[in-house]
């Protein structure tokens, strides 16, 4: 699941690249160029932006989905043990304390 993730991640970035470089030749051809060839340059664009709207549409789909079910194994974990949970809650939070702490007394200094 993650390498789908990170696959999809580069496939987004390479569209988005694509859509600014398309951009940027549509803009520059707007200054001397036929018409024929800016209407082409701009479907292109045009299809190029829907398909990495339904690349943004489907990650965040995706990123729902993964978050909704690692709340629910969260949410299960706690309710079959919870004083494992209120014990690690409370090591987080005594580490972020001493953390703070060190953080505050070194911008004392």
């Known amino acids: 699941m993650r390498n789908s993730m990170e696959n999809g991640k580069d ?11 398309e951009t940027q030749g549509l ?5 001397n160029a036929t018409t024929e060839k800016t209407a082409q340059l701009r479907a292109s664009l045009e299809r190029n932006l829907e398909a990495t709207r339904q690349r943004l549409t489907a990650l965040q789909a995706t990123a729902t989905e993964r978050a909704t ?29 001493l953390l703070l702490s060190s953080t505050m007394s070194n911008d004392r200094r």
């Open 11 to 21: 496939e987004l970035l390479s569209d988005f690249n694509q859509v600014v470089s």
């Open 27 to 31: 803009l520059d051809s707007m200054k």
């Open 69 to 97: 079910a690692a709340a629910r194994a969260t949410d299960d974990y706690v309710r079959e043990s919870p004083w494992t949970a209120v014990g690690v809650a409370a090591g987080i939070g005594v580490l972020v304390g």
